[in-house]
């Protein structure tokens, strides 16, 4: 992994929030715990998310984004 996209001390706030989950889940059965183990997932994808979002604001905000050009599909 590159030290840039992944913090060290986001591991064990992680584990603290999937055992959360999981403990939680833990009375409605075996297919609620393992919805709750998917946990990493959503996280993963809600980081992406919003780094998309933080970047679309960074190039609106410093002008970087302008030349960007939307590419035309062809039918």
């Known amino acids: 992994m590159r030290g840039h996209l992944f913090a060290w001390w ?3 706030v992680l ?4 055992s959360d989950s999981v403990n939680t889940a833990h009375k409605a059965g075996w297919r609620a715990i ?6 990493p997932v ?3 994808y809600a980081w992406l998310i919003t780094a ?4 679309g604001y960074w190039k609106q ?3 970087t984004g ?4 939307w ?3 062809r039918r």
């Open 34 to 39: 393992l919805v709750a183990l998917t946990f």
């Open 52 to 55: 998309a979002i933080a970047s």
């Open 42 to 44: 959503e996280m993963a």
């Open 10 to 12: 986001c591991l064990p």
């Open 71 to 73: 590419k035309m599909v």
């Open 15 to 18: 584990i603290i929030l999937i």
């Open 61 to 63: 905000l410093t002008q």
């Open 66 to 69: 302008k030349n960007d050009t």
